[in-house]
């Protein structure tokens, strides 16, 4: 019986199954209507956030020679271009009777000098000497005079004299007192106006020597020498105004040794700039990417003018020493685009920047789960302009979708047309017939000042025939190969002679 029973139930399950499978399968989209994604694998890169800015190659150590007039100059010492010492003479302009007066004031400060020594040793003047003689004779006589005085009192007391004799005793000491105190008070007026006499001739003194300091600074002035070693940027003949109505310096000197870069960058990002960062520059005149390192950050706002009726941007001017190699024909005031690293964080699992979405304000992706597509929430970390940081989340093993997640679903069917890697393959806008498999070319990259170089090994034409994807084997001269990555201008290789 129970045989008949599960036999009965396997013919009811059959039947449905053979009824309801044709139906469901019907209503399950054709693999070409799927939607198709792109997927990337998570790579382990550089992180660095910038901030962009453009500028001038400038010295490190400049100076300019100003003179009034162009009569006052007597000799000019160095041409245009020409190299100087430190200390070397510029220019000699006319001495126009400085010489005579400095002798006159060395005169003058030498005679202050010697009468201000003369007082400070306290040799005292004949006056001096005359009064303290005549203080000294008051003050014999006075003390001569107390004691006949003292003789006459006692003599009187006991009645051996007249009073008449006392009473004269007593009218020469008086005297005698009153000529000693005269002395007394005579000789401290004269001490007291040698000390001022002291004080006068310190200030006479000191201003013979603020005149003859001047005269000699005018004298030394006579010669404008380089205040350090450098060359003669720019020599003028004339001593015209500029079209602002201002004087301009005879002549301008630099050291083109020590070069910097004068940057300006935006109020808007200037409060992630600091002193000591490090500093990317860009030389599109001579191919180059020189290091620097930021040394200054200015204190004032510049307004610059607006374009085609825009908002006007204000800038802060930063400054950076260029560390390191530069070309030996680098000229001061090429232009240079720059990149301030503002923060880096090194060898971290990143994924491109497309390929996160946020929800609620919480990061996910979406992976490749066998066809199916799996949401995934990551924890972000620093990003850049074209990868993001992944703290937690992903690993490397996972596929993830990077073009074609906008729209689907956690578990929608997906087809991954291809999988990108852009550590070995960018797109190139250009005609893709000129180049084929093997061929070395060089490549430009967009907003990049240098070249690149490398060998194509495949092409991947776009329908329309604007781009081609080029894959990288053997690159030379990729500072860092991770810069393989972005949209590139590109043209065939020179042969060198």
Do not use: C
Not at 65 to 83: L, S
Not at 395 to 406: E, L
């Amino acid at each position: 019986m129970k045989k008949i029973a599960l036999s009965a139930v396997f013919l009811i399950i059959s039947a449905v199954l053979i009824y309801y499978i044709p139906s469901f399968s019907s209503n399950m989209p054709p693999d070409e209507d799927l939607p198709q994604v792109v997927t990337v694998s998570a790579s382990f890169k550089d992180i660095k956030q910038k901030v962009k800015g453009r500028g001038k190659i400038i010295s490190a150590q400049s100076s300019e020679i100003w003179v009034e007039d162009i009569t006052d100059i007597k000799t000019i010492h160095v041409k245009q271009g020409e190299k100087i010492k430190k200390g070397q003479p510029l220019v000699t302009l006319k001495d126009h009777k400085i010489k005579k007066e400095k002798n006159s004031a060395t005169m003058d400060m030498i005679t202050a000098e010697y009468k201000l020594q003369e007082l400070e040793r306290g040799e005292e003047s004949e006056s001096i000497v005359t009064a303290n003689r005549e203080m000294t004779l008051a003050k014999i006589e006075y003390e001569k005079q107390q004691k006949e005085s003292e003789v006459s009192k006692e003599l009187f007391n006991a009645k051996a004299i007249s009073f008449k004799r006392y009473e004269e005793a007593t009218i020469q000491l008086k005297k005698a007192e009153l000529r000693y105190t005269g002395e007394q008070a005579n000789l401290h007026r004269l001490r007291d106006k040698q000390v001022v006499d002291v004080k006068v001739a310190r200030l006479t003194y000191e201003k013979a020597k603020i005149i003859y300091d001047e005269l000699a600074e005018k004298e030394r002035d006579l010669v404008k020498r380089a205040e350090f070693d450098g060359k003669v940027i720019k020599l003028r003949k004339k001593l015209n105004n500029n079209s602002s109505g201002e004087k301009e310096a005879l002549m301008s000197i630099a050291n083109p040794e020590k070069m910097q870069v004068k940057l300006q960058i935006d109020t808007y990002d200037i409060a992630r700039v600091s002193v000591g960062q490090t500093v990317e520059i860009y030389l599109e005149e001579y191919g180059q990417v020189l290091t620097g390192r930021v040394n200054d950050i200015g204190m004032e706002v510049i307004k610059k003018q607006a374009v085609f009726g825009g908002d006007s941007p204000n800038i802060i001017e930063v400054t950076a020493n260029i560390i390191g190699s530069k070309p030996s024909n680098l000229k001061l005031g090429t232009e240079a685009e720059a990149e301030i690293i503002v923060a880096e964080s090194k060898n971290k699992l990143v994924l491109p920047i497309e390929s996160i979405l946020e929800e609620s304000g919480n990061a996910f992706v979406y992976n490749d789960n066998q066809g199916i597509a799996k949401k995934i929430y990551v924890q972000t970390g620093l990003s850049d302009t074209e990868y993001v940081e992944i703290v937690h989340g992903i690993s490397v093993d996972d596929r993830v979708i990077t073009t074609g997640n906008i729209g689907i679903k956690n578990g929608s069917r997906i087809i991954a047309v291809a999988e990108s890697s852009p550590d070995q393959n960018f797109t190139v806008h250009d005609d893709p017939e000129i180049f084929t498999a093997g061929e070395n070319a060089m490549f430009k990259k967009f907003g990049d000042a240098f070249n690149h170089q490398g060998d194509i090994s495949g092409q991947s034409v776009k329908d329309d025939g604007s781009s081609f994807s080029i894959n990288i084997i053997n690159p030379k001269d990729f500072p860092d190969f991770n810069d393989a990555e972005g949209d590139f201008a590109a043209f065939p290789e020179i042969p060198s002679d």
